[in-house]
């Protein structure tokens, strides 16, 4: 999520693109690690430490949209 947005300041996009490239890299992160290790390991064990991991990054992303939106609260005020 840092990376992303990191990134997507860097590059101007603006406070609703940033936004959107943060929660979107979480999205993804989470999603691959659940769906892609299984599959590219054969083995469903490995996919515990992904599903822990995908679970888990609500908590930041939910931290992230609270931020978020308090932050663009105050540039519209």
């Known amino acids: 999520?840092?990376?992303g947005f990191a990134?997507?300041?860097l590059t101007r996009l603006?406070?609703?693109g940033?936004?959107?490239i943060?929660?979107?890299v979480?999205?993804?992160n989470g999603t691959l690690?659940?769906?892609s290790t299984p599959t590219l390991l054969n083995t469903p064990t490995i996919?515990?430490?992904?599903?822990i991991y995908g679970l888990l990054m609500f908590v930041p992303g939910a931290g992230f949209a609270w931020w978020a939106s308090c932050r663009q609260g105050l540039l519209k005020a």
């Open 22 to 24: 943060t929660v979107e």
């Open 47 to 51: 996919a515990i430490p992904g599903a």
């Open 1 to 3: 999520m840092a990376l």
């Open 14 to 16: 603006g406070e609703k």
């Open 33 to 35: 690690a659940i769906a």
């Open 26 to 28: 979480r999205i993804q």
């Open 18 to 20: 940033v936004t959107a």
């Open 7 to 9: 990134i997507a300041t």
